[in-house]
């Protein structure tokens, strides 16, 4: 598993074929989304992920813009 951030932005890559790899991105994937950042995949388009799925492989989080 590795992890990547770039500006405000955090990718989150692994192997799917591990399962180390995959419980690790799980943890991180819930840790992060319970405080709030979206989850996000880039297949052909962006689109918002709400459940972690091991054959995404990456994932980008985004954190949410605050004030308003």
Same mark, same amino acid.
């Given at each position: 598993?590795?992890?990547s951030?770039?500006?405000a932005k955090i990718t989150l890559t692994w192997?799917?074929?591990t399962p180390e790899d995959i419980e690790k991105a799980r943890? +991180?994937?819930v840790k992060i989304t319970k405080q709030g950042w979206l989850?996000?995949?880039r297949c052909t388009e962006f689109r918002r992920i709400l459940e972690f %799925?091991? %054959?995404y492989e990456e994932i980008? +989080?985004?954190p949410l813009s605050e004030g308003g």
């Open positions: 598993m590795k992890v951030k770039k500006g192997r799917k074929d943890r +991180f994937f989850a996000t995949s %799925e091991p %054959e980008l +989080f985004i």
